[in-house]
């Protein structure tokens, strides 16, 4: 047979191929977000957004950072533009090192891997922790992406009731005996969507269940540094019975710039190592030149939240004045100390999913309470972000949000 013979019939092959194997079920479970596609219009300009995370732009140090970065390059370009270890520039370990042991957690460079934001953190944990069908337990409402990463990993999330201050010490013993889960997820600090914090007593309880119970404590603190009255509280991992068992995730992401995906980790040392080989798999290191500069701007860090503090507590309390008079009578929310965030619950008939459509065409935003529920969700709730606009803007999209709710 020619060659010319044979073409049409490998064209035919080409033709219908047979199908590609079908996606991991993982990954399959992985649905599309309806809030997130309600979401998507509110990078229009014309949008007061409440809805995103998104630390205020206008409080980015441009000129500190572009001199931290201008001086690394200038200074040690060999090594700022080579590959790094996979545990982190030892400058940057030890300047956090040194931060964190200021803020009450004694801690040495070296019980520190450095992360690509603190989200990385979480999926490092869930490779080195979590079989698929293994048990994690959380708060509820909880950080949306860390559920994520749990769900990802194909672990059960079973949510702890508690109160305005956490999870319930006794709801949490019960829990452990009945689901004999791997780990705790909790962000104590100014909470992800809540605000709440968890007081010192709490914290010292939970310690003592986790001591009592053989668990692992996540305590997950981007927003710690962000206080803007009230007394700082223990880390959990510096209570007695949690420091053998407490991983501390901590960001530079809402200190210094999230665009930077700068994060790190603070675990004990086999936990440490499962980690620091599981983010080699995953990307080597996190950016030379970005922990290099970073490392450098932590001399003025600061100056800088301080002067994001006084900003954004301002914008907090802007929020808080506004609130009465944009919510229907009848409505709570939360009072935070600190943070980016604060909780709103509505009167019952509310259900915030279905009501963000109309709330969204008077160019406002908010994110509903639902998604954030691994347990029965609430869905009156919603959750606000007070940082990213000015107290004038806030005030303009309270009085949107008025409208949108039918006020
Ligand atoms: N944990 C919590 C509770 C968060 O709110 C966030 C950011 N929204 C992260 C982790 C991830 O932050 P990053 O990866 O930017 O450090």
């Given at each position: 047979?020619?060659?010319?013979?044979?073409?049409?019939?490998?064209?035919?092959?080409?033709?219908?191929?047979?199908?590609?194997?079908?996606l991991?079920?993982?990954?399959?479970?992985?649905?599309?977000?309806?809030v997130?596609?309600?979401?998507?219009?509110?990078?229009?300009?014309?949008m007061?957004?409440?809805?995103?995370?998104l630390?205020?732009?206008?409080?980015?140090d441009?000129e500190?950072?572009?001199?931290a970065f201008?001086?690394?390059?200038?200074?040690a370009?060999a090594?700022?533009l080579?590959?790094?270890?996979t545990e982190?520039?030892?400058?940057?370990?030890?300047?956090?090192a040194?931060?964190?042991?200021?803020?009450?957690?004694?801690?040495?460079?070296?019980?520190l891997l450095?992360?690509?934001g603190?989200?990385q953190a979480?999926s490092?944990?869930?490779?080195a922790?979590l079989?698929?069908?293994?048990?994690?337990?959380?708060e509820?409402p909880?950080?949306?992406a860390?559920?994520?990463?749990?769900?990802?990993?194909g672990?059960?999330?079973?949510a702890?009731?508690?109160d305005?201050?956490?999870?319930?010490?006794?709801?949490?013993e019960e829990?452990?005996r009945?689901e004999?889960?791997?780990?705790l997820?909790?962000v104590?600090?100014f909470?992800?969507?809540?605000?709440?914090?968890?007081?010192?007593?709490?914290r010292?309880a939970?310690?003592?269940v986790?001591?009592?119970?053989g668990?692992?404590?996540?305590?997950?603190?981007p927003?710690?540094?962000l206080?803007?009255?009230?007394?700082?509280v223990?880390?959990?991992?510096?209570?007695?019975?949690a420091?053998?068992r407490?991983v501390?995730?901590g960001?530079f992401?809402?200190?210094?710039?999230?665009?930077?995906?700068?994060?790190?980790?603070?675990?004990?040392?086999?936990?440490?190592?499962a980690?620091?080989?599981?983010?080699?798999?995953?990307?080597l290191?996190?950016?030379t030149?970005?922990q290099?500069?970073a490392?450098?701007?932590?001399d003025?860090?600061?100056?800088?939240?301080?002067?994001?503090?006084a900003?954004y507590?301002?914008?907090?309390?802007?929020m808080?004045?506004g609130?009465?008079?944009?919510?229907p009578?009848?409505?709570?929310w939360?009072?935070?100390?600190?943070?980016?965030?604060?909780w709103?619950?509505?009167?019952?008939?509310?259900d915030?999913?279905a009501?963000?459509?109309r709330?969204?065409?008077?160019?406002v935003?908010?994110?509903?309470g639902a998604?954030f529920?691994?347990?029965a969700p609430?869905?009156?709730?919603?959750r606000?972000?007070?940082?990213t606009q000015t107290?004038?803007?806030?005030?303009?999209?309270l009085?949107?949000?008025?409208?949108g709710?039918?006020g």
């Open positions: 047979m020619t060659v010319a013979e044979s073409a049409p019939r490998f064209l035919t092959t080409l033709a219908e191929p047979a199908p590609v194997p079908p991991a079920a993982r990954a399959r479970r992985v649905g599309g977000s309806p997130r596609d309600i979401l998507a219009v509110t990078a229009r300009p014309e007061i957004n409440f809805a995103g995370g630390p205020a732009p206008e409080l980015f441009r500190g950072m572009a001199a201008r001086e690394v390059l200038a200074d370009p090594q700022a080579q590959y790094s270890t982190g520039e030892p400058v940057l370990r030890a300047a956090l040194a931060r964190i042991t200021a803020r009450g957690l004694p801690t040495t460079p070296d019980d450095i992360t690509t603190s989200q979480l490092l944990l869930a490779t922790l079989e698929p069908g293994d048990t994690v337990l959380v509820d909880c950080y949306l860390a559920l994520q990463v749990f769900g990802l990993a672990a059960r999330v079973v702890v009731p508690g305005a201050d956490g999870v319930d010490p006794a709801a949490l829990a452990i009945r004999r889960p791997k780990l997820y909790l104590p600090t909470q992800n969507p809540t605000g709440r914090t968890m007081p010192a007593p709490r010292t939970i310690a003592a986790a001591a009592r119970q668990l692992w404590i996540v305590e997950d603190d927003y710690g540094e206080r803007y009255d009230g007394e700082p223990p880390w959990i991992a510096a209570l007695p019975g420091e053998d407490t501390v995730l960001s992401s809402k200190v210094m710039a999230p665009g930077l995906r700068l994060g790190w980790l603070r675990a004990p040392a086999e936990l440490r190592w980690c620091t080989v599981a983010k080699q798999a995953a990307d290191h996190t950016p030149l970005n290099l500069a490392a450098r701007y932590m003025v860090l600061d100056a800088h939240v301080e002067r994001v503090r900003v507590g301002a914008r907090r309390d802007a808080l004045a609130l009465p008079a944009a919510l009578p009848g409505s709570q939360s009072r935070p100390e600190g943070g980016m965030f604060l709103v619950r509505l009167p019952e008939s509310y915030t999913l009501l963000l459509p709330v969204v065409e008077q160019n935003a908010y994110v509903p998604p529920y691994a347990g609430d869905p009156s709730t919603l606000l972000c007070f940082v107290p004038e803007e806030i005030a303009e999209g009085r949107r949000l008025a409208r709710l039918g």
